[in-house]
């Protein structure tokens, strides 16, 4: 079992940016898969982003341009810098980390408003 650690989440006037963190307590497997998901209110959980251990990364249509997926895996860190934030970008952000099965972090609200 992984513990994982977001931070970072606030409140953002519309095209302001925020970076969100996400510390995984260990990483055992060569090959695996640390992501950023959201869920807004009354919403389905969505990817935002990820990024494997080989350096792939994927991205939502929603976010590609403005959001940018990085990780430290030495430190078993994945960062998610979201630039130019819009107000449908508000919703809990969950890290994930996923190598056979899936861990969650317990979340990070983004709300985004003036």
């Known amino acids: 079992q992984v513990q994982l650690v977001e931070s970072g989440g606030g409140t953002v006037q519309p095209g302001g940016s925020l970076r969100l963190s996400c510390v995984a307590s260990?990483?055992?497997?060569?090959?695996?898969?640390m992501g950023w998901y959201r869920q807004a209110p009354g919403k389905q959980r969505e990817l935002v982003a990820r990024?494997?251990?080989?350096?792939?990364?994927n991205y939502a249509e929603s976010v590609k341009g403005r959001f940018t997926i990085s990780g430290n895996f030495a430190q078993r860190t994945v960062y998610l810098q979201m630039n130019s934030l819009k107000p449908e970008d508000t919703a809990v952000y969950y890290c994930?980390?996923?190598?056979?099965?899936?861990?969650w972090g317990q979340g990070t609200q983004v709300t985004v408003s003036s």
């Open positions: 260990r990483l055992t497997f060569s090959f695996y898969v």
């Open positions: 990024i494997t251990s080989g350096g792939g990364t």
């Open positions: 994930s980390l996923t190598s056979g099965g899936t861990d």
